[in-house]
């Protein structure tokens, strides 16, 4: 599954967790997995309330105790605590964005960075409640809308800061941001680090099939705009892309060129690289070669073509592609693990299909017929396909 940040109105992390919840996260279920896990001295509650019409969820957190912690004391809590692996991972990754932008504001190291507002008993379950609702989702790929900044000032322990707030705008560094006449801080340092960590693009809406859409509240009510975060949520419809084709016909080149061409090529970054017989003009027999790569290495590829072989001109246009999801997997074999590629179809069923090289490699090592490797490896996949 995936998801989408609409960060049109800013984000927090009570604006996450409340989108999160909306999208159907059972706030018993984090608020229990979290005292289970790491802390008691709080309290979760959730109110059904309306922007401007819209309707969304709002997330408090009780504070029973609050006690500022320094980043290597809330490093040790999230390290020796009883969460699941993945869920302790990325919750150290986002107080990390926090504590490096503290460090260098402050110019101390980032071991002995004195948390007070992303400290505190609110901070951490924001921080880890978002990571646990990303692993209770599923989620495997999140993205971002540009993320918008307000302006003016805002009171915090070290006194009346400009907005964005230091810390804030050091985390957001090298993302697309853009500023706003919303007289307010629009996103908190605890929010700058969850996007910041989150999200692998920030832009336009990825191609998805949208099936849920939850709504986080903020504690303001804005002018213009409803003070909400909104994450869209769903799967990936099949990837598609446009990638350049560079094609040239030859008929008056040594056939052995071929080969050693196609390997320097591939070497220079192309995808695919195919050889094609054609009838030239004259009734010339001859060669057309097609080159598919990105467009950052279609002039090299250009170069090398014109370099090694007798072409005197090449053509290229760009193609749009559609490609299935994969990952890389090993299975285990009566071979050893074989690294192979795990293929998803757009209905959700998947294929294995094994690394030609690896095939060889064992083909070669055992002299026995590739066929009989690919069959042997056939087998088992079978029977995880089952």
Not at 177 to 183: K, Q, R, W
Not at 226 to 246: A, H, Q, W, Y
Not at 335 to 343: D, E, M, R
Request: proline share 5%.
């Amino acid at each position: 599954m995936i998801a989408h940040f609409d960060c049109f109105a800013g984000i927090s992390g009570d604006m996450t967790l409340g989108a999160f919840i909306d999208l159907g996260v059972p706030i018993n279920w984090l608020e229990d997995s979290l005292k289970a896990n790491l802390l008691t001295d709080f309290d979760l509650t959730v109110t059904a309330i309306s922007k401007m019409g819209m309707a969304a969820k709002k997330i408090d957190v009780i504070v029973k105790s609050s006690a500022a912690r320094d980043y290597t004391a809330i490093r040790v809590m999230i390290d020796r605590s009883s969460l699941d692996g993945a869920v302790k991972d990325l919750s150290l990754k986002m107080f990390e964005k926090l504590a490096d932008a503290e460090s260098k504001i402050h110019g101390c190291r980032k071991e002995h960075v004195h948390f007070h507002e992303v400290g505190g008993v609110d901070a951490i379950v924001d921080i880890v409640g978002t990571a646990l609702c990303v692993d209770y989702l599923g989620l495997k790929k999140i993205s971002a809308s540009k993320i918008p900044l307000g302006n003016g000032f805002v009171n915090c322990s070290h006194g009346k800061l400009p907005v964005p707030a230091p810390a804030t705008i050091e985390i957001l560094k090298y993302i697309p941001v853009y500023g706003t006449d919303v007289p307010f801080e629009l996103v908190t340092p605890t929010g700058a680090a969850i996007v910041s960590t989150l999200a692998e693009t920030f832009g336009k809406m990825p191609d998805m099939l949208v099936s849920k859409i939850g709504y986080g509240s903020g504690i303001r009510d804005l002018e213009k705009i409803p003070n909400l975060l909104r994450i869209f949520f769903g799967e990936p419809i099949p990837k598609s892309d446009i990638v350049t084709m560079i094609e040239t016909s030859i008929d008056d080149m040594n056939p052995e060129v071929y080969g050693f061409l196609m390997e320097r090529l591939f070497e220079d970054g192309a995808l695919d690289v195919y050889l094609v017989p054609v009838i030239m003009k004259k009734n010339r027999p001859g060669t057309l070669l097609q080159v598919l790569c990105y467009h950052n290495t279609k002039e090299s590829l250009i170069r090398r073509i014109l370099t090694e072989t007798t072409t005197l001109g090449v053509r290229y246009f760009d193609v749009e592609r559609r490609l299935l999801d994969r990952e890389a997997v090993t299975i285990q074999t009566d071979y050893g693990p074989v690294s192979a590629k795990k293929v998803i179809t757009p209905g959700g069923l998947f294929r294995i299909v094994p690394e030609y090289e690896v095939c060889r490699a064992i083909a070669r090592k055992k002299n026995i017929p590739i066929r009989t490797v690919y069959e042997k490896i056939s087998q088992h996949v079978e029977n995880l396909v089952k």
